[in-house]
């Protein structure tokens, strides 16, 4: 498994026409110039992991298909997962399956963490942010969402699932921290066990 990490910054002057067109229909929609740059670096990012893991790519769009639950696949390419959050874009390549996704630690709801933690996880949550810090049970969240949202991403079926019902011990998980400027990223991996 290859993970590439980057700036929104390393693709400021992209050449936006190498993009694959539905990410080009989408850029046309996006107002906010930040979130456009993310949806930017994401599809430069793309390219260049693939590139790295020596699948080949000509100075053209790539030609990126949907499966039924809108998981983007380049054919006869290796897998591969995008995610961004705050200005960082991440894309992990791997022969097998796999799904990433990176989140900046940040203030929790007590809604969100009811609607995306398990049982166990939200009493877990409590008991961090009652015995230790608000700080670390935003990063405990931070680690179960970051988890989830890669395992959703792998199996195919995004955030429209039910994320108390994964298990993320039913997986091979792969967990890393970064600190860039002022804010602390979260970045998971999950590949089937």
């Not at 298909?65 to 591969?80: A, I, L, M, R, T």
């Not at 390549?93 to 203030?107: F, L, N, S």
């Not at 298990?167 to 991996?189: C, H, K, N, P, W």
Request: some cysteine.
């Amino acid at each position: 498994m290859k993970l590439y990490i980057r700036t929104i910054d390393d693709y400021e002057n992209a050449d936006e026409s190498l993009l694959e067109a539905k990410r080009r229909g989408r850029l046309a929609r996006i107002k906010n110039a930040r979130t456009r740059l993310e949806c930017v670096a994401a599809g430069m990012l793309l390219r260049e992991a693939l590139s790295g893991c020596g699948y080949p790519v000509a100075d053209e769009p790539l030609t990126v298909f949907y499966d039924d639950n809108g998981k983007p696949y380049v054919e006869h390419s290796p897998y591969f997962s995008l995610s961004h959050s705050g200005g960082l874009v991440i894309c992990a390549v791997d022969d097998e399956p796999i799904g990433a996704d990176v989140q900046v630690v940040k203030g929790v709801t007590a809604r969100l963490a009811k609607k995306v933690l398990s049982e166990n996880e939200l009493a877990e949550f409590v008991r961090i942010a009652e015995t230790k810090s608000e700080q670390e049970a935003e990063r405990y969240f931070t680690i179960c969402w970051t988890e989830k949202e890669s395992v959703a991403k792998l199996i195919g079926k995004g955030i429209g699932m039910d994320f108390r019902t994964i298990d993320r011990d039913d997986y091979r998980m792969q967990t890393l921290f970064r600190t860039i400027g002022e804010a602390e990223y979260v970045i998971s991996v999950a590949r089937k066990a």
